[in-house]
T-cell receptor, first 111, second 112 residues
Framework: DAGVTQSPTHLIKTRGQQVTLRCSPKSGHDTVSWYQQALGQGPQFIFQYYEEEERQRGNFPDRFSGHQFPNYSSELNVNALLLGDSALYLC??????????FGPGTRLTVL | GNSVTQMEGPVTLSEEAFLTINCTYTATGYPSLFWYVQYPGEGLQLLLKATKADDKGSNKGFEATYRKETTSFHLEKGSVQVSDSAVYFCALDPEGAQKLVFGQGTRLTINP
């Protein structure tokens, strides 16, 4: 049983560019959440998707957007990248308000 | 608002030493409390959790008790191993919202 998978593993972009990160939830899970983990910090909640709709959102600007597909996989999009967007982006999945399982993350570096 | 404060690291111990990592929280309502562990180059793994006051979560020799009166959820282990070296995060989930709030993490290094 595959756990939560994320792609790509690492990504390097320049300021002003746009990026798309992808997440496949654990089998049987229907809810996907995204977190940003800056170096040396704890993860911060970005938003959560359920039934292809954004259900909750943290304190992140509109440059951060997402999508959930009918197969429950999800994308995180970040527009107009800033240096401060450099971080590890974690995807977590769950089912019916049960515990979240985290993926290994995508390391984004903005130059 | 909701927040979590962890004892600052890094923490370095010798193998078989007793471990305590302090965690206190501020929350409205009755949150669930969690400890997650992050090994180098990996994502977060749930270590243990407690959902109501006086509950004790335990896993792999680690324990933590939900103390509402002191708003704390300290992580303990009686005898640490080199393989316990990792970053540990305390977190809360406000009333089952699945919107985890994390502390800043505590890096633990165990020397043989």
């Amino acid at each position: 049983d595959a756990g939560v998978t994320q792609s790509p593993t690492h990504l390097i972009k320049t300021r002003g560019q746009q990026v798309t990160l992808r997440c496949s939830p654990k089998s049987g899970h229907d809810t996907v959440s995204w977190y940003q983990q800056a170096l040396g910090q704890g993860p911060q909640f970005i938003f959560q998707y359920y039934e292809e709709e954004e259900r909750q959102r943290g304190n992140f600007p509109d440059r951060f957007s997402g999508h959930q597909f009918p197969n429950y996989s999800s994308e995180l999009n970040v527009n107009a990248l800033l240096l401060g967007d450099s971080a590890l982006y974690l995807c977590a999945s769950s089912w019916a308000a049960a515990d979240e399982f985290f993926g290994p993350g995508t390391r984004l570096t903005v130059l | 608002g909701n927040s979590v404060t962890q004892m600052e690291g890094p923490v370095t111990l010798s193998e078989e030493a007793f471990l305590t990592i302090n965690c206190t929280y501020t929350a409205t309502g009755y949150p669930s409390l969690f400890w997650y562990v992050q090994y180098p180059g990996e994502g977060l793994q749930l270590l243990l959790k407690a959902t109501k006051a006086d509950d004790k979560g335990s896993n792999k020799g680690f324990e933590a008790t939900y103390r509402k009166e002191t708003t704390s959820f300290h992580l303990e282990k009686g005898s640490v191993q080199v393989s316990d070296s990792a970053v540990y995060f305390c977190a809360l989930d406000p009333e089952g919202a699945q919107k985890l709030v994390f502390g800043q993490g505590t890096r633990l290094t165990i020397n043989p």
